[in-house]
């Protein structure tokens, strides 16, 4: 039997997710939902299991067994959920609950400019979660070399269902009540996932599999209901196999404080290969049933990276480990113009080692703990130990093997004795 919380105002609710029940709004029908959405959903899902019992249900009795509906007792309509709001409703309607609600997704080439961007805010789609995937969900499988997912498998081990998962996972993992958006950016190396909220488990265990805690849990169930993504933990070490198997660079996972923020980085092969058109699959069917209704212009997004960094020019990644950076003081966003769209290089780093030195010393190391431990130099010059053992959250004794191996291999030198050693990277004396 669902909670009833109708005494509570919208933001109490906001900050009570994830409960037993549903989040629901009383103050929203379900008119607040593009059924055009909706029908494009149901589509998927028969897709994925034409046998289901609830391919039968009519709308309203399907979305509450998606938890994207209820009813509030037996002689009332149903209304939305803030999940099925989430996934289904129009952008105007979502802002009324997360005013900072925002998807972002860019293509971008070598030289940095955008060549393409799908945008919640714009005015000209829906803006949901759902029609957000159903877009850019196949320009990442694109990217990596994939067919369309029409028919996502839970076995699928390529690039393209890592990068389906990625998108998933941001998408489930965001905190939509936070002031900052989900972001996705697609390089020629790699793409990036960037979503508001920090990291529910330890990275370790993500990687690991067998272990999940969703800030979201009716939005990841939607999504494996269609096959989007895994479930059930399974995603990030599914990420790291179909990379392995790729024969890229392991995934990168890397958070940061102050806001809560978690990024995903998924590198891709070095020539995608070309795909005919009958392997692209169908285009999707059109977004909106109804015009929506007049937004504001797009936030401004984070900057774009200069050349040599990673993520969005906002956290220092750590390859095949994770640690939590310390705060950092937060700027007001600023709104511009939407005719300013196109993301700004971020200022060049000056406090660490360049980032191709890094790289090749990270190249170099077969550790994952010794490859974290070199990605100290993007931010410093020369590290002490303590340094090793505050990001790998390890004792003295760890520390010290990590250090002298990285020393023994001639990666990186010892300055000092003692308490007092510092350590350098050896190719930048």
Known sequence: MLEQRSHMSTEDMRYRWPVQAPPITDQMDMDALCYGAVAAYREAFDRIGDDHPWTRLPDDDFLMRLNAAYRPSASDDIRPTCAGVLMFGYEHEIAQLYPGYVLDYRRESKNGSVTKRIVSNDGSWSGCLFDFWRQVSPLLSEAMGGRAPDRSKADDDSLAAAAREGLANALAHSDYAGRRHLVVVQRADRIEFSNPGGLRVRASDAFGGGISDPRNPYLMKMLALIGACTGAGRGLSMVRRASERAGVPEPVLSQQSAPDRTTLVVFAPASPPKRSAQAAGPEPPPLADKPPEPVAAVQASPPAPAEGESGLGEVQVIQAA????????????????????????????????????????MSQASDPDARAALALFRDKKRIRRSDVEELLGVGSTKAKAVVAALVSDGIISAEGGGRSTLYRLKDAL
Do not use: D, I, K, Y
């Open 322 to 361: 994770f640690v939590p950076l310390q705060p950092q003081p937060t700027q007001p966003q600023q709104q511009q113009p939407q005719q300013h769209l196109q993301a700004q290089p971020a200022p060049a780093r000056t406090l660490g080692e360049s980032e191709a030195a890094v790289t090749r010393a």
